[in-house]
């Protein structure tokens, strides 16, 4: 196929909450034991000055570094985000105004596969000859979104963003990305009816509402499924995959496809421990961390694989060049 990541970097938040100090701010009836054996979170990183723009620009400016590129050699900027700043414009506008590009810039709203759809977008630019050089961005202010009075839900998520600058090359081997709708197990409802006075009856909250049991049943489903199409499709053995870079949900679905391939856990990196989950920054901010630990290396073959509300669910296969 068509391209190669030749950046990557990330922005994240300055202040790093263990389950304790959550638990202390918000009063919630929670425990470090319960939230631990039951998501594998032990703290996660939370805006408290930072805006969603600042963390998207710091990784936009890192990953540009990285490449070697100016903002104005980028063609195309591709957030995938449940939103940022303003419900208009784009969170992609303002990276690209902080940044000095003057590209496309729009967001996709794809929940914690926004980074999946974003890479199919800009493979099917860059192979249309619509683009160059695509950045794009998993960014997302989940503390803005959470109920800090749910414990079933609040605890889970984190703060971040991660970007990768994607060129022409042959890194891609497969693509899919899907929808199984469902728009009532995983939504964040919005209010619709500003100040209209004949608008009907405004949403209770504007917060994440998940039925957390279902969703777990769906995603354990679908990665099992998805990891197995996208081996089927390519030929390859469970064991030829370097890295399985999972969506980091819950670490109790990522240990269920270990056990289902039958690979070495050390194949299936993680960063929930820390992070939590950043929804659809959270496979490049692995990915990232990865580099930095000097584990990636060329030739390596990856598959990525994320679920989010949607249902949304995308999977991809690289050889690292
Ligand atoms: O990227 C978005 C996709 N999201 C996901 O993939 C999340 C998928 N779901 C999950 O990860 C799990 O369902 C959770 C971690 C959210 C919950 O685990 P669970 O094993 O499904 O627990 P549960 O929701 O069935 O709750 C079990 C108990 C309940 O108490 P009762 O009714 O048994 O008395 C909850 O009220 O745990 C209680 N509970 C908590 N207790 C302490 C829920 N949250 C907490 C908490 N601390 N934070």
Redesign the pocket.
Known sequence: MTIKIIGTGIGLPSREFSNDELIELTG????NE??VS??GIDSRYLCVTETLTDLATAAAEQALADAGLGAKEIDYILIGTLGGEYCSPSLACAVAERIGATSPAVDLNAG?VGFIYCLDTAAALISAGRAKNVLIIGAEKMSAHSDWTD??TC??FGDGAAACVVTAGTMLKYIQIRSAPDTQV?NIPEDMSGNWPLAGPKPADTFVH?D??A??KR?VTMVGREVQDALTATGLAPEEIDFYLL?Q??RR?IDSAIKRLEQSPDRFPMNIQRHG?V?GASIPLLLHQLRVEGKVEPGQTHLLCA???GMTVGTCLWVWE
């Open positions: 919630l009836d929670s425990s319960w939230i039951k998501s914690c414990r079933g605890v889970l995983l998940m957390g049991p969703v777990f995603a969506h949900a819950n679905i989950n929804s679920f989010g509300s």
